[in-house]
T-cell receptor, first 121, second 116 residues
């Protein structure tokens, strides 16, 4: 079974600085998807960024980028120029490629326990 | 609002009562997932449904919990005889079906269930 580990329960960053949140996962599959979700105090789940395992290029979305190391099974999130609005819980998630094999999970997300990010003004 | 709609946003029940949580997927989405988030935890998968079919319920507790996604209307997560341990935030996500395969999941705002 796949697992996702976030080893940093809490992180803090100064406004305008850069912070990196770590995530490791365990899988025997060669193709899969990885995600970072943000959950602010309002408790919405907001997709920040996604990465397909078959793509070597690291995904980037504005101030958010990932460092995807497939061999090391590592998927860290870098937030540049941190803003007060970035303060939230951040969850790393794994998803198997979908198949029509009814005996397996059909693409549900497997989440880590989250990292609480605080941004100091 | 064309997003995933969950209601109610907050639900309070006494022990032994039934809780019904509703989820209307995004327009055009035929795949629905339910997740549960306990305090200070990440989301845990419960069940995956398509219209009129339960595809994967490997994350559902064996008793008291059931889910449906009828041909018409929202998906319903039903918890019978609730206990204090059922207190959690329940999230629904939906995705389109593309050539039979699910696509990216979009989440609703969740229902926070509190058991007195």
């Amino acid at each position: 079974a796949q697992t996702v580990t976030q080893s940093q329960p809490e992180m803090s960053v100064q406004e305008a600085e850069t912070v990196t949140l770590s995530c490791t996962y365990d899988t025997s599959e060669s193709d899969y998807y990885l995600f970072w979700y943000k959950q602010p105090p309002s408790r919405q789940m907001i997709l920040v960024i996604r990465q397909e395992a078959y793509k070597q290029q690291n995904a980037t979305e504005n101030r958010f980028s990932v460092n995807f190391q497939k061999a090391a099974k590592s998927f860290s999130l870098k937030i540049s120029d941190s803003q007060l609005g970035d303060a939230a819980m951040y969850f790393c998630a794994y998803r198997s490629p979908s198949t029509w094999d009814y005996g397996g999970s059909q693409g549900n997300l497997i989440f880590g326990k989250g990292t609480k990010l605080s941004v100091k003004p | 609002n064309a997003g995933v709609m969950q209601n109610p946003r907050h639900l309070v029940r006494r022990r032994g009562q039934e809780a019904r949580l509703r989820c209307s997927p995004m327009k055009g989405h035929s795949h629905v997932y339910w997740y549960r988030q306990l305090p200070e935890e990440g989301l845990k998968f419960m069940v995956y449904l398509q219209k009129e079919n339960i595809i994967d319920e490997s994350g559902m507790p064996k008793e008291r919990f059931s889910a449906e996604f009828p041909k018409e209307g929202p998906s319903i997560l039903r918890i019978q005889q609730v206990v204090r341990g059922d207190s959690a935030a329940y999230f629904c996500a939906s995705s389109p079906g593309t050539q039979g395969l699910p696509g990216p999941q979009h989440f609703g705002d969740g229902t926070r269930l509190s058991i007195l």
